[in-house]
């Protein structure tokens, strides 16, 4: 797999990698509710994505409840959004001490990682991504995300508390994935992207780090994802996390991170999922895709991807607009 990250990082035409999984909804006429809440569904939904777009690599859904929910969180589930995550279950550092690590496998935890078994067995012309939830934005569904910001001032070791406990299981998360054949992860920290610099560095790189640690190697990568708006200045304890690759979102310029990472690391981004890709036109979505890369794709290691997680009614004109423009872009540089 570093071979793999290496040969992409090298590569002068470079295909596409965007968090695209749920739009898979419509590839299979089911519902999201139906799609999140069946293991099969999910791994037909890859293969279903794989046929449809040629991706540098194969992404699972992009679900930020499922751990919460694994640690008793409650969720609220619509037809045709993501899952997203009401309230919170601790308040007190009694609470966050009585607090229980699940097991891998709890809830739905355990549909995801059969569907990335099942997916890992058909989807062979390219590397699967698993994906999981970061360490501070698990905390934060659990604490609650606007009143964890409070306690990083208020209560640190509350804070580190739940921390503590949600970088255990998330290891022994994506050590799951590990097992079932997956070639990496994508850990989604995007509650970290509000953080200041230095918040960011106590409460948010340290777990990411140690999860990095605990599962990434030569077989296993790491690709962390910060949607946040607050990502540039804190890309230096990033960085430290040791990660593979790098996604950003689209609240930052791609330009500005590009010109702070190292050419040998991957930075990934970062086409707005929502403005354009869900409620674009084709047209607009190939003119920011050309804008983006003709910018940033004379730094050698970026990879043009989506901003974040495509929402799952995004139009597929829009995202086969995506594609088309990249495939534009390159024949273009190739013929000059």
């Known amino acids: 797999m570093r071979q793999w990250m290496e040969k992409l990082r090298m590569a002068p035409v470079k295909k596409a990698l965007p968090i695209l999984s749920f739009p898979a909804v419509q590839l299979l006429g089911i519902t999201v509710k139906e799609l999140i809440s069946d293991a099969d569904a999910q791994a037909r939904g890859m293969e279903a994505v794989a046929g449809a777009v040629d991706a540098a690599a194969s992404v699972s859904l992009m679900d930020l409840s499922v751990e919460a929910e694994c640690f008793g969180s409650k969720i609220h589930i619509s037809e045709d959004e993501v899952p997203t995550v009401v309230g919170s279950i601790v308040g007190t550092q009694k609470q966050a001490e009585e607090l229980e690590i699940p097991k891998v496998g709890s809830g739905r935890t355990g ?30 569904r659990l604490l609650d995300v606007t009143e964890i910001m409070i306690l990083c001032y208020e209560d640190p070791d509350l804070v580190h508390t739940v ?18 054949g997956a070639n990496g992860i994508v850990i989604a920290e995007p509650l970290a992207g509000i953080l200041s610099p230095a918040l960011a560095e106590e409460f948010s790189s340290p777990y990411v780090k140690e999860i990095v640690d605990a599962v990434q190697d030569d077989s296993f990568l ?39 990472v190292p050419e040998d690391v991957v930075v990934m981004g970062n086409i707005d999922p929502a403005g354009q890709l869900r409620n674009g036109s084709p047209q607009s979505v190939r003119e920011a895709t050309l804008e983006l890369m003709g910018r940033c794709c004379k730094y050698p290691n970026f990879v043009i991807s989506s901003g974040c997680d495509i929402p799952p009614m995004s139009k597929w004109e829009n995202i086969h607009a995506f594609f088309d423009a990249v495939d534009e872009f390159y024949q273009n540089v190739v013929k000059v």
């Open 222 to 260: 790491v690709i962390y994802h910060n949607c946040g708006n607050n990502t540039v200045s804190m890309l230096d304890s990033i960085l430290e996390t040791g990660a593979a690759a790098y996604h950003f979102g689209n609240a930052v310029d791609m330009e500005d991170v590009l010109q702070k």
């Open 163 to 180: 921390l503590r406990k949600a970088t255990e299981f998330l290891k022994a998360y994506c050590g799951a994935y590990k097992e079932t």
């Open 111 to 140: 549909l995801y990682i059969q569907a990335i078994g099942r997916a890992v067995k058909t989807i062979t012309d390219r590397p699967v991504f698993a994906g999981v939830i970061g360490p501070f934005s698990l905390a934060g």
